[in-house]
């Protein structure tokens, strides 16, 4: 929301929901009309083009048509690049740690527990998959991956992976059906550093903001609500548990 209405704010935001929400909201009054506006126009944009060619993913449609407008108006509207300085277009060293055996048992417990999250997070993006597509996954063949590049990444200075539910949902969402998609993903993401690290710094926050709004809204799954409410006390009251602290707890 800060990005969608560009939000300046004299303090530091909170990670936190709730400590997130009052500082955007007593700072509401100091959004750019200019970046909303066009945030509503990709909005739109996503929305109307999915209703009526849904075989082409709006997304990508919004992402690129969002930025060159921005782009060929010079409009002044926060980018990639001025938020994070650009995006590096070359592949990273890899470089090999130096054995420490003293700290086997310091970090075996963080360890455990990193793996044991990125399992959890992983396998419920995997049924997030089956129940969106149709389709069942392999567990062991989900986890091995998963183990093998978190392996290999910290030798090129990346941080531990898991499947990610939004990205999961966005590729279904876009007619996805099989992991080709993944691997699809990725060799884009290789091309984009590759190639279009300098272009891709100019997307703008704004458009960005307003895919993960649709991206967010269809993760919910809000037409299943009603028919969940319809069980049982135990099932209704595990859900609104769920829902609650998934939104407002610290997970960290």
């Known amino acids: 929301m800060k990005d969608f209405f560009r939000i300046r704010t004299d303090v530091a935001i909170p990670g936190e929901f709730i400590g997130r929400v009052e500082v955007l909201a007593r700072h509401a009054d100091a959004f750019s009309p200019l970046t909303t506006g066009v945030g509503i126009g990709v909005l739109a944009l ?45 592949l990273p060293p890899i470089h090999l740690p130096r054995f420490r055996p003293d700290l086997i048992l310091t970090l075996l417990s963080p360890t455990l527990t990193i793996a044991m999250l990125g399992a959890i997070e992983s396998l419920l993006s995997a049924v997030v998959a089956d129940r969106m597509s149709g389709t069942r996954h392999d567990s062991n063949v989900e986890l091995f991956a998963q183990g093998v590049a978190n392996i290999v990444s910290p030798l090129v200075g990346g941080l531990p992976a898991t499947g990610a539910i939004a990205r999961t949902a966005t590729n279904v969402r876009s007619g996805a059906r099989t992991p080709v998609a993944g691997m699809i993903h990725a060799l884009t993401l290789l091309v984009v550093l590759l190639v279009g690290a300098r272009l891709a710094s100019l997307v703008p926050m704004t458009v960005l903001a307003a895919i993960l709004l649709v991206v967010a809204y269809n993760m919910g799954e809000w037409r299943e609500i009603p028919e969940l409410w319809c069980q049982g006390w135990t099932d209704r009251l595990v859900w609104l548990v769920t829902f609650v602290l998934t939104v407002v707890a610290d997970l960290r």
Not at 61 to 71: D, I
Not at 75 to 89: K, M, Y
């Open 46 to 90: 996503i929305l109307t083009w999915n209703r009526l060619v849904p075989r082409v993913p709006g997304y990508v449609v919004a992402l690129f048509a969002g930025t060159l407008y921005v782009t060929l108006t010079g409009w002044p509207l926060e980018t990639i690049g001025a938020r994070f300085g650009g995006i590096p277009s070359s």
